[in-house]
């Protein structure tokens, strides 16, 4: 049979779990890296799958998301984690590696892989033709020449820089005695969640908002002005309409009050009366069981967030599936550009996987790397593949990020909010959450399992 090359752009973390999967498949990889040509802001060494801030693979408590994440793809034979776990430091319950150790075992891997050749070069075009399916996987921080390449195919507008990302908190702990439902001015339906304010709390509120300890500004977050200078550790610009909530809140006392918490036309039912501010929680629209609070794109420290966000009333005891985050991370509009099998729309050929995909997180790009592997292998052997099942941990990521709501779209990490929810029936029934998470994860691992063995899956 003729098979078509496969040609892999990036070798962090997508790019070698990607390669070693279709080479494993018996497809020939290009496998192409530009360090240490050209380097990133954050990269330090021209390794494999260096990892550029901590050297956590998160939790290995069983029935956690991550954990479920990674058995999943151990099931599927993920060369990284395998990497992964012959370089593991005692970390508790988190999966931790010697960064070292971990490049040096991806790096012989691929050594040891015939089907891959491996070439130091910029990609700088994408080419879009019948006899070559292309996996971009060249990350947050892609090199400007083909972030503009990529723009190019897609589209204007198509690709953001920066993340801006809101908190989300776990709706069972939100305190439902103090917040409630309501639409502004009545109008729609009330989908929305208030978190009423006095003006005691508001000023206790913003003081603290104010005085809170912020991410030190990395020179990586500054914007791509001149992409071949040296990047400079220049004070952080924001677009206007993603400001720092702390940002905003020091712009006067009443600012936030007049913007992100304002409180006119959310009459609360207790009181009869509109409050003197108001924080608005949004459901995720594919995300059960978790609310964003609506705005709330900051840049504080995570301990200082959750300080300072329990003193929101309603949220005293909340407990947060994601903090607020703005740093510079190139990804595409996944849930319009992409299908679920990580192929572009409007060029099947090239898939995208990795942060750039819009997942985040290190082991959330090697498991989308795992699925482009997997997906790239039958491409070459003309074969459509199925995705990955919505029921399990990385059809759900994949699931979310081409299908979530397309004007609010931000990276997603795997959390169980992600995955369907149990059935009414058996929510009533199950009241403990960790027995309910203990359900979706034997019915994940049955779906992946049976994914595995009957999807249109290219054989070695
Ligand atoms: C500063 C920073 C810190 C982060 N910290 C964490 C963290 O602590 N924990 C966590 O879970 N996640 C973290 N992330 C998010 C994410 O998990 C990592 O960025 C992760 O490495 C993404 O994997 P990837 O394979 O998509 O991209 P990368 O690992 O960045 O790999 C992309 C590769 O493509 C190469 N490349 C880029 N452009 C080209 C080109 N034109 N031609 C050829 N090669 C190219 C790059 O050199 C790089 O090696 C961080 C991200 C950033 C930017």
Redesign the pocket.
């Known amino acids: 049979m003729n098979m078509k090359k496969i040609h892999i752009?990036?070798?962090?973390?997508?790019?070698p779990e990607a390669a070693l999967q279709a080479a494993s498949l018996g497809c020939q990889v290009v496998l192409?890296?530009?360090?240490p040509l050209?380097?990133?802001?954050?990269?330090q060494t021209a390794d494999?799958?260096?990892?550029?801030?901590?050297n956590?693979?998160?939790s290995e408590s069983e029935n956690t998301a991550p954990w479920l994440l990674k058995k999943e793809m151990r099931r599927a034979g993920s060369f990284l984690l395998q990497a992964a776990d012959s370089s593991a430091v005692p970390a508790g319950h988190a999966l931790a590696v010697d960064r070292i150790e971990f490049s040096r075992r991806v790096a012989d891997l691929i050594a040891a892989q015939p089907r891959i050749e491996v070439r130091r070069?910029?990609?700088?075009s994408l080419t879009s033709n019948d006899d070559l399916i292309t996996v971009l996987?060249?990350?947050?921080?892609?090199?400007s020449?083909?972030a503009q390449e990529l723009e190019r195919l897609t589209g204007a507008g198509q690709l953001a820089f920066y993340d801006s990302i809101s908190p989300i908190v776990d709706a069972s702990t939100i305190d439902m005695d103090k917040v409630y439902f309501a639409a502004r001015w009545d109008k729609g339906s009330a989908d929305y969640l208030n978190c009423p304010f006095t003006k005691e709390e508001y000023d206790a509120f913003l003081d603290a908002l104010t005085s809170a300890e912020t991410v030190q500004a990395?020179s990586?977050d500054t914007p791509p002005s001149d992409p071949s200078a040296a990047p400079s550790p220049a004070p952080l610009a924001y677009f206007e309409g993603c400001l720092p909530i702390e940002e905003t809140a020091r712009r006067g006392r009443d600012t936030l009050r007049f913007g992100p918490m304002k409180p006119a036309g959310l009459t609360n039912p207790r009181t009869g009366r509109w409050p003197y501010a108001a924080v608005q929680l949004r459901k995720e629209n594919l995300r059960a069981d978790s609310y964003n609070l609506v705005g709330f794109q900051n840049h504080l420290r995570f301990g200082e967030q959750a300080r300072v966000l329990r003193m929101i009333p309603g949220l005293e005891h909340a407990s947060f599936l994601r903090y607020g985050q703005i740093?510079?991370?190139t990804y595409i509009h996944a849930p319009s550009l992409l299908r679920q099998t990580l192929q572009l729309r409007s060029h099947p050929g090239i898939l995208i996987?990795?942060?750039?995909?819009g997942?985040?997180?290190?082991?959330?790009?090697?498991a989308?790397?795992l699925l482009a592997g997997r997906y790239a292998a039958a491409l070459a052997r003309g074969i459509q593949p199925e995705p990955a099942p919505r029921l399990t941990a990385n059809g759900s990521l994949t699931y979310y990020i081409t299908h979530a709501d397309a004007k609010r779209f931000q990276p997603a990490?795997i959390t169980f909010d992600l995955l369907p929810p149990l059935e009414d029936d058996l929510r009533r029934k199950v009241r403990d959450k960790k027995e309910r998470h203990r359900i979706q994860c034997e019915r994940a691992l049955a779906a992946w399992d049976q994914w595995l063995t009957n999807a249109a899956q290219p054989t070695p």
């Open positions: 752009i990036g070798a962090g973390l997508a790019g192409s890296e530009m360090r050209r380097s990133t802001e954050a990269h494999f799958a260096e990892l550029v801030c901590s956590s693979l998160k070069e910029e990609v700088t996987a060249s990350g947050p921080l892609t090199s020449p083909l990395h990586w740093h510079r991370n996987a990795g942060q750039l995909s997942v985040e997180g290190y082991t959330e790009s090697i989308s790397g990490n």
